[in-house]
């Protein structure tokens, strides 16, 4: 059965044999790379269209209609509004907080305090020195005129005199103590300023621990000695011997000692 079926069909093996050559002879016109490219560029050359199909024109909204006025009676307005409570939609105020210092305040202001300290002690210091002056001159005011200081500040008295006899003046108490009867004072005071004279002219060397037998040792040869010896014999008898001494007697003695007074 196969034989008869080759034999029977020649015209089958020749269209065999011809489509073998053909595809023999042309074997690079199967593929078509231009066209492949042409295709494959052809989408890239549609995406391009002009800038002028995307424009769109501004948006215009349509006019406005008139809004339409409607009237509402009051006694409308109080029915429907009769009956609603807007209290409770209305937000309560919040409370305002005080602001706190930022730089909290010390109670012990420190240098408020020395401030005022140091006003206080220039009011006292004024106040104080007002006082002092203001005694001062009331002090001196009621001194009496006949006051004296010595240099170192002490007031001379009748008491202190011959520790200060170079800067009293002894006429003035003299005349004090004659004034006041007081005759023994009278005849040491005499007997003092005859020691200043005496230290002054150079006779003697005046000083505090010396005695009148000091001074009557240093005034031997002086021309006055005599008189001095005489003198210092009265004042020691009337001062220390506490010999009375009134007015009659005083008057005897005196000259003894304004007679010395002008020889030295």
Known sequence: MRRSFLILHPSFLILIWGCTALCAQQPDSVVALPEVEAIEAAPETLLEEPEEAYYQPPYTPPPARPVAM?????????????????SKDVPKPKKEEPEKPTNPVNPF??????????????VLAIMAAIAGIAYAIYHSMNA????????????ITVDNVEQYI??????????????????????????????????ES??????????NRDYLRETRTHRSAAEFRATTRIYERVWYGNQPLDATAFQQLEPEFKNLLTRI
């Open 109 to 122: 202001d420190w240098g408020g305090m020395a401030s005022w300290l140091g006003q206080m002690l220039q």
């Open 144 to 155: 009496p005129r006949n006051r004296q200081i010595a240099r170192d500040g002490v007031e």
């Open 70 to 86: 409607r009237t509402l009676e009051e006694q409308q307005w109080a029915k429907a509004a009769s009956g609603l409570d807007y």
């Open 166 to 199: 170079h800067e009293t003046d002894l006429e003035r108490f003299l005349r004090e103590a004659l004034t006041a009867g007081n005759y023994p004072l009278a005849i040491r005071l005499y007997y003092l300023q005859v020691i200043k004279q005496l230290s």
């Open 202 to 211: 150079g006779a003697i060397r005046w000083s505090r621990e010396k005695t």
